[in-house]
């Protein structure tokens, strides 16, 4: 099966520890996304990239960072420099050409702080 | 900033009514304009896209572009139960990125 997949699904994390959120894609998309989602809330872009060993940081980047060593892999590490981590994570991928690409989503992973 | 806002809701509409989901855009070099369906709890799932002016219809579903008002709507016609759900509109804008509305959510009564 084609698809995105994010593990876990769902994360605790402890006050002061990084996590990491797993983000794999099959479908040879070059650019993958990770979103925020808080309850009642739109998606805000965390990072994106656009080509292997390539990132860039999105509109609330601080307290996370990524890497992009293999096209089908973009993990996400949360870090205990994110003050406010408990939200839904998001990643998506598309081909990266064209505005009339699409981004398709993960199932996601909801992360919780203790 | 590039802004797209939704009304948050919920719209409530009967069983087989018309549902009319809005959104409008701050940037008026956005380029392409999608509809997401988010049931709570998953990830948003793709309804359809619209870059032209004018209407684009997919079974009961239309999009709606007015790139002078800077408007676009979902029309859901014969609405279902099934079919209760946050609808997100993402703007696709310079350098190919998508800025998301906060989503409206869409109550179907039977």
């Known amino acids: 099966d084609g698809g995105i997949t994010q593990s876990p699904k769902y994360l605790f994390r402890k006050e002061g520890q990084n996590v990491t959120l797993s983000c794999e894609q099959n479908l040879n998309h070059d650019a993958m996304y990770w979103y925020r989602q808080d309850p009642g809330q739109g998606l805000r872009l965390i990072y994106y990239s656009q080509i292997v060993n390539d990132f860039q940081k999105g509109d609330i980047a601080e307290g996370y960072s990524v890497s992009r060593e293999k096209k089908e892999s973009f993990p996400l590490t949360v870090t205990s420099a994110q003050k406010n981590p408990t939200a839904f994570y998001l990643c998506?991928?598309?081909?990266?050409?064209?505005?009339?690409?699409?981004?398709?989503f993960g199932p996601g992973t909801r992360l919780t702080v203790l | 900033q590039k802004e797209v806002e939704q009304n948050s809701g919920p719209l409530s509409v009967p069983e087989g009514a018309i549902a009319s989901l809005n959104c409008t855009y701050s940037d008026r070099g956005s380029q392409s304009f999608f509809w997401y369906r988010q049931y709570s709890g998953k990830s948003p799932e793709l309804i359809m896209f619209i870059y032209s002016n004018g209407d684009k219809e997919d079974g009961r579903f239309t999009a709606q572009l007015n790139k002078a008002s800077q408007y676009v709507s979902l029309l859901i016609r014969d609405s279902q139960p099934s079919d209760s759900a946050t609808y997100l509109c993402?703007?696709?804008?310079?350098?190919?990125?998508?800025?998301f509305g906060g989503g409206t959510r869409l109550m179907v009564k039977p």
């Open positions: 993402a703007v696709n804008g310079a350098g190919n990125m998508l800025t």
């Open positions: 998506a991928s598309n081909t990266g050409q064209g505005v009339t690409d699409t981004q398709y």
